[in-house]
Each structure stands twice: as structure tokens, then as C-alpha cells.
């Protein structure tokens, strides 16, 4: 099996989501933002490749958390300390630790399905060490591991167009056998809102906040 992990922050207005408020406004941003996480935590479970945990932060405390954890019955985590690298370095040792392998995903990117994360399941179980999912801007949609491989989220810049490219490089300098799917895209500045938009309408919809909206997640 592969744990499935869903990196998601609490969506609280103007702390989510913030590039696309001139867009949406702090309210709306954080609707959408909601959406996401929740849709990203639906496909997680319709892939049906293992277990699924809602890694939390700040903390699974927060009532919209506590209410994904019960309405789809999946294990609810606490990222904890540290950069994004230490975060997710610790979640995905432990999954290869109980599981035997475990993939990380996050929240932004809409077109991610059950049939791309039954593909990383298919890449470590043919044989990869490692396997991710590259984005347009640079980064990566999804990082999934068979081995404890901590060095490959050393001295990361995360958020910027190198993350990626750093990452390979880790990896090869590692020599360790790494699989990569095909090219996703993530919902992060005011432009990708028109592409969600054609692609997702009733994604963006959700960004189309009222203040009831956002106060019903608080």
C-alpha cells in the first residue's frame, strides 16, 4: 500500500491563498482554498491506493479539519515545526516507515486525479525509489518515496521556480531511481483563475465567496 498525504493549511481569510485576492478577495480566496482541500482529500480516497491522512496546519484542531476528518473518515496529522522540507520529510518517513511507501500532495492543483496518484502507486511499486509529479511553475504537485531519503529535501528554496530542478539534482547526486508523471499545473496567481475557470467551473465557483461561506469554516 501507499499512504496518501494531504498537506493543507487551515483556510483562514488572508492567510490562504493570497495571490489571488486581488482576484477574489480574502474571503473568496479562502472559500476556494477550502474547496480545494477537500476536493484534494475526495481523490486522495477515490484512488484507492492506501490509507489517506490529512496533514494539518497549524494544527488538526481546527473545526473545518476536524469536520474533512469526519465527513470522509481519514486519520488527521500535524505537520509541525519546521520549513516545508522538514515537514514533509517527516510525513513521508513516516509512511514508508508504516506502510512501506507513501506520496505527499497539496492542495493547488485542480486536475490531479485518482488516476495520476495510482500512477506513482504503479512507479514505486515497478521499481522506483522515488517518483514526482513536476508543475509548470517549477515545483512539483506530488513527491512520493519507497526509502527514507531525507537529502532530497535539503537546501530547497521553496516556492520558487527552482524547487524542482534543485530536487532532481538531490536526487541524481544520490543515485537514487526516480520516476516522473506528466506535467500538472497549480492554481496559485490571479491568471490561473481564468484557466480554472474554462477547465473547473464549479471549482471556481467556490471562490465566489459570501461572508456565511468563510464563517461556516472558521
Do not use: N
Not at 500532495?105 to 500512477?119: E, H, K, N, P, R
Amino acid at each position: 500500500m501507499t499512504r496518501v498525504i494531504v498537506f493543507a493549511k487551515a483556510p483562514i481569510a488572508g492567510s490562504v491563498k493570497t495571490r489571488l485576492i486581488p482576484r477574489l478577495g480574502a474571503a473568496g480566496a479562502a472559500s476556494l482554498h477550502a474547496a480545494m482541500v477537500e476536493r484534494a482529500v475526495a481523490t486522495a480516497i477515490t484512488a484507492g491506493i492506501g490509507p489517506v491522512e490529512l496533514a494539518c496546519t497549524p494544527d488538526p484542531s481546527h473545526r473545518f479539519f476536524k469536520s474533512i476528518g469526519c465527513q470522509y473518515q481519514v486519520s488527521l496529522s500535524d505537520q509541525g515545526a519546521g520549513d516545508l522540507g522538514d515537514r514533509m520529510c517527516r510525513a513521508l518517513g513516516r509512511a514508508v516507515h508504516e506502510e512501506g511507501a507513501g506520496v505527499i500532495i497539496g492542495t493547488d492543483c485542480a486536475c490531479l486525479d485518482g488516476a495520476y496518484l495510482q500512477a506513482a502507486h504503479a512507479a514505486l511499486e515497478a521499481g522506483a525509489s522515488v517518483v514526482l509529479g513536476p508543475a509548470e511553475d517549477g515545483g512539483y504537485v506530488l513527491i512520493g518515496a519507497c526509502i527514507q531519503f531525507s537529502q532530497m529535501f535539503c537546501g530547497i528554496q521553496w516556492g520558487t521556480e527552482t524547487v524542482l530542478a534543485d530536487t532532481r539534482a538531490l536526487l541524481i547526486d544520490g543515485g537514487v531511481l526516480s520516476h516522473e508523471l506528466a506535467m500538472l499545473w497549480d492554481v496559485d496567481r490571479p491568471a490561473d483563475l481564468d484557466r480554472l475557470k474554462a477547465e473547473y467551473p464549479d471549482l471556481f465557483r467556490a471562490g465566489i465567496a459570501t461572508d456565511t461561506t468563510v464563517q461556516s469554516i472558521r
